[in-house]
């Protein structure tokens, strides 16, 4: 009769524990299929600027969700972010989400065949730091044919993964926004900077080889190369 005791014992078990959070290469799986289906659902047919604008939305909306926002506002900040009010603070985190989110998702499509299905292949996922930082390295395929490296530093966030920068072919989207906003701050002052973030947030769709905000370029791919990644240090 043991058979059955541990048995019970086992099903208890599996009830009573919490389920097993996505891993990181699960969390950036379901947000590339996702955005797939969209991409794949827009460009059906005749693709019109509106549409084009509207699946950038939705998928500007998935992705939110994805990336540490917050902490990357205030790394692009510093040192000026501990001089903002909570006001200010959450200003500057919705205004940058914003432009982050768009700059990401232009880097990705401005690789991607209009005439084909995208293609974004996960290649491997490391874990170091006791299971709190995570990098997933993945490769766009783009359309020319070549694969271009897009590796995701995450960190872990409660039962969730977020993601806390990008680095495209060894260039660190985080870092490009920090050189950028420093200079910006040394040509003009914080509110110039909300200024011209406000002007520009959200990208109204458009996909120019290069974004104007508020008179000022900011180009893409990023120029600031990263730092080794080591999954050691957040």
Sequence with gaps: MRGPRVLVV????????????????????????????????????????????????EIQQLARPLFDVRSAARRVLEP???????????????????????????????????????????VAEEVGAGGRVALVRTVVRTRDGADVPFDYVMTKAGANWLVRDVVVDGVSLIENYRAQVAQVLRD?????????????????????????????PISYPPVQRAAPQNVENP
Excluded: C, M
């Design 188 to 216: 003009s002052t914080y509110a110039g900077l909300v200024a011209r973030l406000r002007s520009g947030a959200g990208g109204g769709g458009r996909q120019p080889a290069s974004r104007t905000v508020g008179g000022e």
């Design 10 to 57: 086992i099903l208890l078990l599996v009830i009573s524990s919490p389920a097993a959070s996505a891993s990181p290469y699960e969390q950036l799986d379901n947000f590339f299929r996702k955005a797939t289906t969209i991409l794949t659902e827009a460009s059906r047919g005749e693709l019109s600027h509106e549409r084009a604008s509207q699946a950038q939305q």
């Design 80 to 122: 000026g972010w501990n001089t903002l009010s909570v006001v200010q603070r959450e200003e500057f985190v919705r205004l940058f989400g914003d432009h982050l989110l768009w700059g990401y998702l232009s880097l990705v499509r401005g690789r991607l065949s209009r005439d084909r299905p995208p293609t974004i292949r996960l």
